[in-house]
């Protein structure tokens, strides 16, 4: 998130200020008073809730995994600024970063939620810039990193204390869909 604000802060600073005024951009508006990062980044707005809608589905919009899934959405569409080749070294940082926090999560319950966060927004952004033009070994070893988590995640014999079937069902449903859309980049 650091460094996409900066890099948000760079793209400001290009503009001059009646430009800035034209296309109404307010600056201070923009910055977190506290932390100083840009809380508006390639017209994401990191400021609305992460909760999402109240649909049916297993993964609530309170839960970990839901405000995982839509913080790592925002953050991938906020690394896209038309440079397909740019956008995809962002994604990647974006989406390995991610990875490594989540493999350091302590609980099981955490590392599931995020892992499962990381699968839905991957998977609903597409990744189009990452799997055009990104570095397809980078990628490779990304992906198989991921999905050597979720097989353990499935093949544990524990998960029922933290993990409804249904919960479990959509997770494979995720990962499925991941990989489809994995293969059909390849063709």
Known sequence: YTHLSSRGYDTIDMFDDDLANLLNIDR???ID????????????????PLGGDDR?????????????????????????????????????????????D????????SKFDHL?????????????AMLDRGDPDRNRSLFKA???????????NDNESFMSEDLRS??????????QLLKQAKK
């Open 33 to 48: 008073p506290a932390t100083g990062l840009l809380t508006f980044i390639m017209g994401t707005n990191f400021m609305e």
């Open 170 to 179: 959509f997770a494979n449903w995720q990962c499925d869909y991941f990989q």
């Open 102 to 109: 989540t493999l350091e999560m302590q609980t099981k319950v």
């Open 56 to 100: 049916e589905c297993p993964m609530k919009p309170e839960s970990d995994a839901n405000k995982f899934t839509m913080f790592l959405w925002k953050m991938l569409s906020a690394s896209e600024s038309g440079s397909v080749g740019g956008d995809a070294c962002r994604q990647f940082d974006v989406l390995n970063s991610a990875l490594e």
């Open 146 to 156: 991921v999905a050597d988590e979720w097989k353990k995640i499935f093949e544990a």
């Open 116 to 128: 499962l966060g990381w699968t839905a927004a991957a998977a609903n952004h597409q990744l189009h």
């Open 28 to 30: 201070a508006s923009k």
